[in-house]
Structure formats: structure tokens, C-alpha cells
T-cell receptor, first 114, second 113 residues
Framework: SAVISQKPSRDICQRGTSLTIQCQVD?????MFWYRQQPGQSLTLIAT?????????ESGFVIDKFPISRPNLTFSTLTVSNMSPEDSSIYLC???????????FGSGTRLTVV | GENVEQHPSTLSVQEGDSAVIKCTYS??????FPWYKQELGKGPQLIID?????GEKKDQRIAVTLNKTAKHFSLHITETQPEDSAVYFC????????????FGKGTTLSVSS
């Protein structure tokens, strides 16, 4: 299995600013994903974080708004840029790999934009 | 891409009754179907999963069934207890290809004593 450390766990940010969320895994993993969960909603896939190359974004999500980095096989960051109140959500990273049963999720980052 | 539909959106049962939540998926290549339970303020927790080479899986009071031909799978909870009250999500993926989980919209289960 894998253990994920996701930081920060929560934050309150001013509109127009940016927040970078970190996802650190205790072992090398093949795939890393970022999700958004808006209040009272399901988990929506934002992008797949690819090691050493640009992330693959889902429809409705763009790199300028949600830049993602993945410098190695254990770490990724998601930045929420130029935030508005509509960005208030829980953001979660998830990983899978040959040594992981199923998918492991981080504990999430609860973001409030005021 | 994959699309997962989940029904019902809300479900209320009496303690001791059974609860059934159903999901359909669109991509016949999907081969991994987990169910997650999410309690208020917490992240989703895996409660049971099934792979496409199996038709049914049980774990105590929880079972999942899969019909690959019809592309649907269901979560069955027997002898429900108040602590089963939570939001349940189904999901699907091609796990061997390393694709992301695609989630259904969730079912809010309320168990009253």
C-alpha cells in the first residue's frame, strides 16, 4: 500500500490569489491524479499528473487555472490560480501502482475562498 | 470517456433493513469497480471493490454484484445500522491500464433507529 501526505489540510484564501497543494507519497507510484469535490458533490477528476511531462487535463479544466507539477514518482503539486469563491472545494490527490491495492487517496485540502 | 450513473441519490431505511445502490457504466473496457463511503468532513474510504472477472463479492454485511453484459454493478448492505449513514460513491476504471477512477454522483444513505 501507499501513504499519502497532503498539505495543507485546509486554508482560507483571498480571491485573486493562488494556492499550491502538495501531495507526497511514501513510495514510488506509477499514476497520480487530482480531484475536486465541490460542496455536496461527487469527486470530479481534474487531471492526471504525468512524471516529467505536462499533465493531462479533463474537459472543463485548463492548465492556466490548475497548473500541475510532478517532478518525480513520489511528489506532485496542484496550484489553484486566481481563485474565486467558486473554487471553494475539497481537493484530493490519488495514486495507484503495481504495489498498491486499488487506489489510495490523500486526506484532502479543504479550500475556502473569500 | 467513462461515464458512471448512480441511483438513487438519497435512500432512507429503517435500522435492520437492507439497502441497495445501483450504478451503470458506459465503457466496456472498465474492469475495476470500487465503492467508497464518505462521512461528513472526511475523505472517501474504500469499503469493497470488484474486478471484472468476478460476479459477486461479499464482506460481512456488504456485498457487490457485477453484470458485465448490462454494464451495471450494485452495492448491497444488509442489517443496516445507524453508523452506516453516510454518502456512498461508486466508481469505475481500467485499473490495469492505470486510468483514473470516474465516480458516480453519490447516494446519501440515512439509517434511522
Amino acid at each position: 500500500s501507499a501513504v499519502i501526505s497532503q498539505k495543507p489540510s485546509r486554508d482560507i484564501c483571498q480571491r485573486g490569489t493562488s494556492l499550491t497543494i502538495q501531495c507526497q507519497v511514501d513510495s514510488q507510484v506509477t499514476m497520480m491524479f487530482w480531484y475536486r469535490q465541490q460542496p455536496g458533490q461527487s469527486l470530479t477528476l481534474i487531471a492526471t499528473a504525468n512524471q516529467g511531462s505536462e499533465a493531462t487535463y479533463e474537459s472543463g479544466f485548463v492548465i492556466d487555472k490548475f497548473p500541475i507539477s510532478r517532478p518525480n514518482l513520489t511528489f506532485s503539486t496542484l496550484t489553484v490560480s486566481n481563485m474565486s469563491p467558486e473554487d471553494s472545494s475539497i481537493y484530493l490527490c490519488s495514486v495507484t501502482g503495481s504495489h498498491i491495492y486499488g487506489y489510495t487517496f490523500g486526506s484532502g485540502t479543504r479550500l475556502t475562498v473569500v | 470517456g467513462e461515464n458512471v450513473e448512480q441511483h438513487p441519490s438519497t435512500l432512507s431505511v429503517q435500522e435492520g433493513d437492507s439497502a441497495v445502490i445501483k450504478c451503470t457504466y458506459s465503457d466496456s473496457a472498465s474492469n475495476y469497480f470500487p465503492w467508497y463511503k464518505q462521512e461528513l468532513g472526511k475523505g472517501p474510504q474504500l469499503i469493497i471493490d470488484i474486478r471484472s472477472n468476478v460476479g459477486e463479492k461479499k464482506d460481512q454485511r456488504i456485498a457487490v454484484t457485477l453484470n458485465k453484459t448490462a454494464k451495471h454493478f450494485s452495492l448491497h448492505i444488509t442489517e443496516t445500522q445507524p453508523e452506516d449513514s453516510a454518502v456512498y460513491f461508486c466508481a469505475a476504471s481500467m485499473i490495469q491500464a492505470g486510468t483514473a477512477l470516474i465516480f458516480g454522483k453519490g447516494t446519501t444513505l440515512s439509517v434511522s433507529s
